[in-house]
């Protein structure tokens, strides 16, 4: 398994044993999920191009994503307690 | 993991991942939601991050083999047995070289030195002649530093064995382990091969002389890696290549 698939698979385990302690403690909100994904995915994506350069700006698009989905869900819940 | 069975692992996850969110979202689940994203993400990730093409060892080395064959015969007919010396880098930005004497009798670095480009002369002895080389392995060492993001000259010696070991192994994925020992003289390496094995074992076979005394790429970038962060000169007293292992022996001048 090479330093990628190690990193990616790290991530899944972090985020299904995550996902299940956030089941347990009956989050029922998916917004809450996913923000701890993208906390972890951050982490993790830090971690990994620590170790190697070319793999932070390999990673830059789904970051991008990531955010563009967290600011969707910001905006939709300021615009849920302004309204 | 080969091209297509990570497109069905991801497209699985990803579809795994859709079903379990759209199933939430039908009865009312939101917390099994999280476990749909989480499938969801992990299989966009699978299907992103490994889509960087990758070479065949072989088709690297079938490219570089020639090169090194003409190498081999080169130095074959001008320095016939002598052993190698890594000269010392006096500034961070100096490019790793090779003294090669050309007389088979120079077991020391000649004191004063008399370049011509990439032939020097001894001043005191005109028979004293050898060639300065770019090591084979300065190119790798370069790319090395640049994707680890490190400086070898700025490394200690206690650290030197585990930075090379984070950077050729973790960083660049060039080499499987990297083992090493002082000893009073110098230094003891022994290096597994990675994912170039074949690449290397087809060099080191074609070019065995060039290899034994200079070292083959891999061994190179670790022993300009050394005699960077050592900040001293070293001869190479063996760079010997089994299978699987590279086993480098140097003794510090």
Known sequence: MGYVEKCVFFYGVWIIFSGLVLMYMGVQRIEIYYTVYLIEFLVTAELASSFRRRLGSDLRPIILVFLAGFLYILAERVLQILG | MNLPRRWSIGICLVSFGVVILLASI????????????????????????????????????????????????????????????????????????????????????????????SLIVDKRDDNRIGLILEAPGASLLALIEAEAAIDFYDVERGNILDVLRSSMVESVEAVGDIRGSFTDMGLRLKIREGPLLGMYQSITKSALNTARRIGCPICSAAICAIVKSEKKNARVENARHELGYHDITLTFL
């Open chain 2, 26 to 117: 039908f009865f009312g689940q939101t917390n099994l939601g999280g476990m749909g994203l989480a499938s969801l993400l992990i299989g966009l990730l699978v299907l992103y991050v490994p889509s960087q093409t990758t070479v065949e060892p072989d088709l690297v080395g079938a490219c570089a083999l020639s090169s090194f064959i003409n190498i081999e015969r080169f130095l074959l007919e001008i320095s016939p047995q002598s052993r190698a010396f890594y000269l010392r880098v006096n500034d961070r930005l100096d490019t790793p070289q090779v003294y090669l004497p050309m007389s088979d009798d120079s077991a020391t670095l000649p004191s004063t030195v008399h370049g011509r480009g």
